[in-house]
Each structure stands twice: as structure tokens, then as C-alpha cells.
């Protein structure tokens, strides 16, 4: 599966939109960007999944450029509840469903 | 619909011990997938079994294995433990199938926070 990067850590502040940026320069062609969250001593939680363009949902949108080297994972108006660690995976399944976390982007909100 | 669960929630154990962590699915699903998450780090995946017959298998040695039963429960057995099996142990299950992408959505049990002394 393909190699992800995203950053280490982010702060916000309650209220605004927080984009969180996944670099994925090796993606093939069937692979899909897919971006779980999770919280202190809790699974991870899907969020959302793309190929292309814009996918947008109640929680959160994706952004994935034509070139598909990268994404971004917006969360609109965030709050407090919203700290936690967002991963970005990228795959496409095949004979196995399994999921390749990286170490994540641990996102910070304050009041 | 009740989610996914795990028991126990926190396991204490010593060097060279064996033991069982269990898992009860979604409703519906027919896949589980374990993943060990030591402190820091994302998940790392152990394998899946889908269909009661493994389906799959992450970087990880043969002390490690696992079931899935009828009712697609399933249950993850460490055998001779060593310190740096501490970690969480999370069990997801989901639907085979489900996503056109082939990468089904999973869903995750709050875990077993497993502790070898």
C-alpha cells in the first residue's frame, strides 16, 4: 500500500475549519484515500473515503486533487471534542481488507 | 445495533504467559480484523479472518494466531509473551464487500489494553 506523510501535530481554536494535509506520491491507480479518527482509548473511527475531486459528508469533507499525490481533510467549525488523532490510509483493499496506519496527526483544539 | 466489543478491558500478565483476547462483531458482519497499537503509534495489523478461515496476515510471528467462530466472534491467543506485546489490542469487524474501493469500512472495539510484566 502506499506510503503516506502527514504532519506530526496541529493546533486550532474552537470554531474554525481545520484542513489536514496527506502527502501519497506512490498511490496507484485503484487506490483510495481513506481517513479514520481516533480518540484516547477508543478504535479508530471512519471518517471518510475518496478517489477523486470532493467527497463530502456530515462530519467532514475530502479534497483530492487531479493528480491524486495528495489530500486534504477538512473539518468544518471544530470543537473542543474534535482533539484527536486523524489518520490518512491509502489502499485498495484486494484479497485483504487491511487497514495501514501510519503514526497520524494529532490535532489539538482550544477554547 | 450493538457494536463491536472486547473483553477484557485490561489484562496484566507475565513474560512467557499465554493469552486470549475475544471479540464480539457488529451485527451483520462477517470479517475481523485484530491490530496491536503500542503507545504512540498507529495500529498495526495482525490478520483478518473472514469466513471463519484466515484471510490474511500482517508482520507478525507465529504466537500470535487467532479464531473466528460461527457467529463471526472471534479471538486473538498470544502465546509465550514478551514485554514489547504491552500495547492495545483493537478488533475490528465489517462487511466484505461493502465499499466499491474494495477497502471495506471497519469498525473498532474500544480494545484490550494488555500490560506484560
Not at chain 1, 470543537?79 to 503514526?103: E, H, P, Q, R
Not at chain 2, 472471534?74 to 502465546?79: A, F, R, T
Amino acid at each position: 500500500l502506499a506510503k503516506t506523510t502527514q504532519p506530526i501535530s496541529m493546533d486550532s481554536y474552537e470554531g474554525q475549519e481545520v484542513n489536514i494535509t496527506c502527502s501519497h506520491n506512490n498511490i496507484a491507480t485503484n487506490d483510495y484515500i481513506t481517513w479514520y479518527q481516533q480518540f484516547p482509548s477508543q478504535g479508530p473511527r471512519f471518517i471518510i473515503q475518496g478517489y477523486k475531486t470532493k467527497v463530502t459528508n456530515e462530519v467532514a469533507s475530502l479534497f483530492i486533487p487531479a493528480d491524486r499525490k495528495s489530500s486534504t481533510l477538512s473539518l468544518p467549525r471544530v470543537s473542543l471534542s474534535d482533539t484527536a488523532v486523524y489518520y490518512c490510509l491509502v489502499g485498495s483493499g484486494g484479497a485483504t481488507n487491511k487497514l495501514i496506519f501510519g503514526t497520524g496527526t494529532l490535532l489539538a483544539v482550544q477554547p | 445495533e450493538t457494536g463491536v466489543t472486547q473483553s477484557p478491558t485490561h489484562l496484566i500478565k507475565t513474560r512467557g504467559q499465554q493469552v486470549t483476547l475475544r471479540c464480539s462483531s457488529q451485527s451483520g458482519h462477517n470479517t475481523v480484523s485484530w491490530y496491536q497499537q503500542a503507545l504512540g503509534q498507529g495500529p498495526q495489523f495482525i490478520f483478518q479472518y473472514y469466513r471463519e478461515e484466515e484471510n490474511g496476515r500482517g508482520n507478525f510471528p507465529p504466537r500470535f494466531s487467532g479464531l473466528q467462530f460461527p457467529n463471526y466472534s472471534s479471538e486473538l491467543n498470544v502465546n509465550a509473551l514478551e514485554l514489547d506485546d504491552s500495547a492495545l489490542y483493537l478488533c475490528a469487524s465489517s462487511l466484505w464487500g461493502q465499499q466499491a474501493s474494495g477497502l471495506d469500512t471497519q469498525y473498532f472495539g474500544p480494545g484490550t489494553r494488555l500490560t506484560v510484566l
